[in-house]
T-cell receptor
Framework: GENVEQHPSTLSVQEGDSAVIKCTYSDSASNYFPWYKQELGKRPQLIIDIRSNVGEKKDQRIAVTLNKTAKHFSLHITETQPEDSAVYFCAASIGGYQKVTFGTGTKLQVIP | NAGVTQTPKFRVLKTGQSMTLLCAQDMNHEYMYWYRQDPGMGLRLIHYSVGEGTTAKGEVPDGYNVSRLKKQNFLLGLESAAPSQTSVYFC?????????????FGSGTRLTVV
């Protein structure tokens, strides 16, 4: 089955700096890559996703890039703010609706 | 529109006891899933369902059973709870082949088995 590895497991940045979280996947058939944000004690929420026919997608301060050849994708957060502090999960699946395999999560701390 | 609702939110069980977690969604989603979340291990799929009356095993199905008698409900059962099943359980749902993709999660159930 699919295996998703995520790095780093923890990340501390100063407010205003950028944060990058990287993930690799094993199944070349995977074609949908969502990112979820989970604030402390809350449910995971979808923040951005990308499909395999697109190399990059942006939504305000968040961007995701995908390298199909290398089978890795990354989340970029610019101009970080304290409210960005959370655990971020990458994921991969074949088709957006089939069972999704999650990475182990990155705890991001934005220091004011 | 409540989205995905999980009950109960918290539960403490003694080893060997049984319980059922209920997930209900009002978005007419075809697919439903049960995940467990443990520190450092992310979200791991227990069981999932692609439609009413159907269920399938995920990554960590042992010790759990599920049923989906109605499209909007997905039940997760623990027949004989073990301390290793102490975890936070999340239900999620999604459309089948239609966009938007992505899961909608419930608020979670924190289960402690003593």
């Amino acid at each position: 089955g699919e295996n998703v590895e995520q790095h780093p497991s923890t990340l501390s940045v100063q407010e205003g700096d950028s944060a990058v979280i990287k993930c690799t996947y094993s199944d070349s058939a995977s074609n949908y890559f969502p990112w979820y944000k989970q604030e402390l004690g809350k449910r995971p929420q979808l923040i951005i996703d990308i499909r395999s026919n697109v190399g990059e997608k942006k939504d305000q301060r968040i961007a995701v890039t995908l390298n199909k050849t290398a089978k890795h994708f990354s989340l970029h957060i610019t101009e970080t703010q304290p409210e960005d502090s959370a655990v971020y999960f990458c994921a991969a699946s074949i088709g957006g609706y089939q069972k999704v395999t999650f990475g182990t999560g990155t705890k991001l701390q934005v220091i004011p | 529109n409540a989205g995905v609702t999980q009950t109960p939110k918290f539960r403490v069980l003694k080893t060997g006891q049984s319980m059922t977690l209920l997930c209900a969604q009002d978005m007419n989603h075809e697919y439903m899933y049960w995940y467990r979340q443990d520190p450092g291990m992310g979200l791991r799929l227990i069981h999932y369902s692609v439609g009413e009356g159907t269920t399938a095993k995920g990554e960590v199905p042992d010790g759990y059973n599920v049923s989906r008698l109605k499209k909007q409900n997905f039940l997760l059962g623990l027949e004989s709870a073990a301390p290793s099943q102490t975890s936070v359980y999340f239900c999620a749902s999604s459309y089948s082949s239609a966009e938007p993709y992505g899961y909608t999660f419930g608020s979670g159930t924190r289960l402690t088995v003593v």
